[in-house]
């Protein structure tokens, strides 16, 4: 589990790709300080597992439905990227829950100043949007962040200058695709809430429903 907070901005130092997989060689500094093979690390969000370490950085294997659900496909050498360790038992819950289980990818449609902090415009699928909601958590490239605004086809964070400074989002631009999670407990909560047997598209939560349960 992760928190969303970016320990570190690593490079991407090699790619070996294979015909439906890669394998991706990660520059970093902070992070190897207790790093070991087989932990976990969020990859601009994705959880991959280190297969190898060295003094200068890691190695993950990345699969299939990986590439096809986040934007790790696009990496090239020279890419940087936002890195984070799994949470330790002792540590702060700085963010929020982070499965670093990518739900899709977004675009970012637009950039704004407003004095000191930058607003940014995200184009999503409706899947997407449906857990997204305002003040609520949305976890962008690995960053825990506070959904400003949403519409029908897009959602608005506001980031602080030293978001911008430490991460990668600084160096986005219009047209730039990101990783997306939304916020695990709308989902169980959606889940616990649709009555045995039904799908997704049926419904959920209805007055039948809490009647035949004794409600």
């Known amino acids: 589990m992760f928190t969303g907070l970016v320990e570190e901005v690593g490079t991407i130092r090699?790619?070996?790709?294979?015909?439906?997989?890669?394998?991706?060689?990660i520059g970093a500094e902070t992070i190897l300080s207790d790093l070991k093979v087989g932990d976990s690390v969020a990859v601009n969000?994705?959880?991959?597992?280190?297969?190898?370490?060295?003094?200068?950085?890691?190695?993950?294997?990345?699969m299939h439905e990986t590439l096809n659900r986040s934007?790790?496909?696009?990496?090239?050498?020279?890419?940087?990227?936002?890195?984070?360790?799994?949470m330790a038992a002792d540590g702060r819950f700085g963010g929020h829950i982070v499965s670093g289980h990518i739900d899709g990818t977004g675009?970012?449609?637009?950039?704004?100043?407003d004095d000191n902090a930058v607003w940014y415009t995200v184009?999503?699928?409706?899947?997407?949007l449906r857990y997204i909601v305002e003040k609520g958590s949305i976890t962008i490239d690995g960053i825990s962040l506070t959904v400003a605004a949403v519409g029908e086809t897009w959602f608005s964070v506001s980031i602080i200058p030293h978001t911008?400074?430490?991460?990668?989002l600084g160096e986005k631009r219009a047209g730039?695709?990101?990783?997306l999670e939304t916020d695990i407990i709308g989902k169980y909560v959606e889940k616990l809430l649709r009555p045995a047997g039904d799908?997704?598209?049926?419904?959920?939560?209805?007055l039948e429903f809490l009647a035949q349960n004794g409600f």
């Open 123 to 128: 184009g999503a699928a409706p899947g997407l």
């Open 71 to 86: 934007s790790l496909g696009a990496l090239t050498v020279g890419s940087h990227v936002n890195l984070e360790r799994a």
């Open 14 to 25: 090699a790619i070996h790709r294979g015909a439906h997989s890669s394998v991706l060689s």
């Open 45 to 62: 969000g994705v959880c991959l597992t280190v297969t190898s370490r060295d003094s200068g950085g890691f190695t993950a294997d990345v």
């Open 107 to 113: 675009v970012i449609q637009s950039l704004r100043r």
């Open 176 to 179: 730039d695709r990101v990783n």
């Open 199 to 206: 799908t997704p598209k049926s419904g959920g939560l209805t």
């Open 164 to 168: 911008a400074a430490v991460t990668i």
